[in-house]
């Protein structure tokens, strides 16, 4: 099965940008829908952002809704996450996670594959 793994992740001030890379490994990406969840201190998980496997759709939370664009390139094998805007309240630990599903792609049951995760930081 397909294995993400992501990258991109750091530190940065209120206001900056970055842009998280899922790259997937042993099966073609484009078999698999994927989205981006985030778990802060403390916090439940949430849904960010997910996209379809040929990219013909995506789904954002509201909270990012405007600030975040989530891309793919099955080619290449990846899925991005393009954050701009960013706010201390988005600090977490975003994670990729690949699923056979096109519908409800905000809901975790959706995925049975997940990668490790990285960490973001946007300080005040």
């Known amino acids: 099965q397909v294995q993400p793994v992501e990258s991109g992740g750091g530190l940065v001030q209120a206001g900056g940008s970055l842009k998280l890379s899922c790259a997937a490994s042993?099966?073609?990406?484009?078999?698999?829908?994927v989205g981006w969840f985030r778990q802060a201190a403390g916090m439940e998980r949430e849904f960010v952002a997910a996209?379809?496997?040929?990219?013909?759709?995506?789904y954002y939370a509201d909270s990012v809704k405007g600030r975040f664009t989530i891309s793919r390139d099955n080619a290449k094998n990846t899925v991005d996450l393009q954050m701009n805007s960013l706010k201390p309240e988005d600090t977490a630990v975003y994670t990729c996670?690949?699923?056979?599903?096109?519908?409800?792609?905000?809901?975790?049951?959706?995925?049975?594959?997940w990668g490790q995760g990285t960490e973001v930081t946007v300080s005040s």
């Open positions: 996670a690949a699923g056979t599903y096109a519908t409800m792609l905000e809901q975790y049951s959706r995925y049975n594959i």
């Open positions: 996209i379809t496997r040929v990219g013909d759709s995506t």
């Open positions: 042993r099966r073609p990406f484009s078999l698999y829908s």
